[in-house]
């Protein structure tokens, strides 16, 4: 079907990144067997088989229901796949994955269809937003997969050799005052990225690398999980409740020392920051620094230029350094393994690896348009989420950008959340 999408650039882009992201999707489920299917490892996470069957009932709705007009070619699975549904606690109840598989290639058939005659140009932003709402769920995908090999008690038996390049972990980097873009109007951005807006930042200094698993075990050795000083109230209220004592998720192995730390809630990151003297970094000083050509007085798409993210420049899509483990699971890596991924002022690790907490709270900017339904980000528009940055090991390309910005609560300990730390110029 690709061959008869040439008529247009932009339409054989699509049809290229369409059918390579569900490749990669297909790859994830290739001899999954059912309890993996519908194990459900974690209340907050629906099953990996309901995100695989929503991913096509979502492409059934926008493309074959709202641009080409066409009667729903399922309904019966409308109540099942729809966000809104059904409770996540109920979603284990699924159709076998061979079954889940017949629905998306009949949908994804009669969207070749569509897309053939199509004139993609009015729709591209939607298309482009599709591709990424499928790699958003792939990551969940694999966020479950970790989860459930976490039950099983089969993961983190791989051995890295970390860089023989010297490691200051510690060090910092200067970013002068000045303006910066924040935020983005490229065709990809979602619409909590938009618009792109000038910003002015004071001098500040930020971490090179995010905070290892060896820096966080200092905190936790000096006492950081019983010492109210470094917590804020709510920090110390959330520790409470947790009884929590180190990460979740947490690994022993002295090989992960430069490995980033991660399963770390927003609470515990702000504390070990006090702990050290600094403090996390805004949203805007996080972007600034991950993209921002100060020399040529410009914004990059990417910290290192405009090429896609690949495993030259970054530890993503589920690729762990260029290496796939067993069942599809892979994880990070030191924090210096990727010195082409560099930002132009110097940061390491900006993108992939971990996605990292900010001080922000998750709002529009303004002018903020909604797209392409209200509830997509404005619903989390609440002071109740903060801002992540950065994209983890499993994100795939389409959605790794220094604009691209993911929201959590302040006590989620999220197993692909980690940090880098932050302080004001004196």
């Known amino acids: 079907m690709i061959s008869k999408l040439t008529k247009s650039s932009v339409k054989a882009s699509i049809a290229d990144a369409l059918e390579e ?6 790859t994830i489920f290739a001899g999954m067997d ?28 926008w493309v074959l229901e709202h641009i080409a007009g066409l009667p729903c070619l ?17 979603r284990v109840y699924l159709p076998q994955l061979e079954e889940t598989l017949d ?39 694999r966020m479950v997969l970790q989860l459930g090999k976490i039950q099983q008690s089969q993961l983190f038996n791989q051995q890295f050799t970390v860089s023989s390049q010297q490691l200051g972990v510690t060090e910092m980097i200067e970013i002068a005052a000045g303006e910066f873009e924040l935020g983005s109007n490229s065709i990809d951005a979602l619409d909590n990225e938009r618009p792109a807006h000038q910003v002015y930042l004071d001098t500040y200094w930020i971490d090179r690398y995010p905070v290892t698993c060896g820096q966080y075990r200092l905190f ?20 409470q409740n947790e009884q ?27 504390a070990y920051s006090r702990f050290v003297g600094k403090r ?28 896609m993210p690949s ?66 980000s404005q619903t989390y528009f609440d002071n109740q989420h903060r801002v992540l940055k950065g994209g983890s090991w499993a994100s795939r390309p389409w959605v790794l950008r220094a604009s691209f910005r993911n929201w959590y609560h302040p006590g989620v300990r999220q197993i692909f959340a980690g940090f880098r730390c932050a302080a004001s110029a004196e």
């Open 21 to 26: 992201c569900r490749r990669q999707t297909l």
């Open 34 to 61: 059912a309890a993996t299917f519908c194990n459900q490892p974690h209340p907050d996470f629906s099953p990996v088989g309901w995100h695989l069957g929503h991913i096509a009932y979502i492409e059934s709705l």
């Open 74 to 90: 399922f309904p019966q699975y409308h109540k099942l796949y729809a966000a809104d549904g059904l409770p996540k606690s109920q």
């Open 103 to 141: 629905y998306l290639e009949k949908i994804r058939n009669q969207v070749w269809q569509f897309l053939a005659d199509a004139d993609i140009e009015p729709q591209q932003r939607l298309w482009r937003f599709l591709i990424q709402h499928e790699s958003q769920h792939c990551e969940i995908i």
């Open 220 to 239: 936790m050795e000096a006492g950081g999980y019983e010492n109210p000083q470094w917590w804020s109230v709510a920090g110390w209220q959330w520790l």
């Open 244 to 270: 929590g004592k180190q990460p979740l998720y947490w690994q022993t192995a002295a090989s992960l020392d430069h490995h980033p730390v991660y399963g770390v809630s927003w609470y515990e990151a702000e």
């Open 280 to 307: 996390l970094p805004t949203e805007a000083e996080w972007e600034k620094a991950a993209s921002w050509d100060a020399q040529a007085n410009c914004r990059r798409t990417y910290p290192w230029g405009e090429e």
């Open 311 to 376: 495993s030259k420049y970054c530890n993503c899509d589920g690729l762990g350094g260029d290496r796939l483990y067993s069942d599809n699971i892979a994880q990070t890596t030191p924090v210096n393994a990727y010195p082409m991924g560099q930002s132009a002022y110097g940061l390491y690790d900006t993108l992939g690896n971990v996605w990292e907490w900010t001080g922000s709270w998750f709002a529009g900017y303004a002018g903020f348009e909604s797209f392409p339904y209200t509830g997509y």
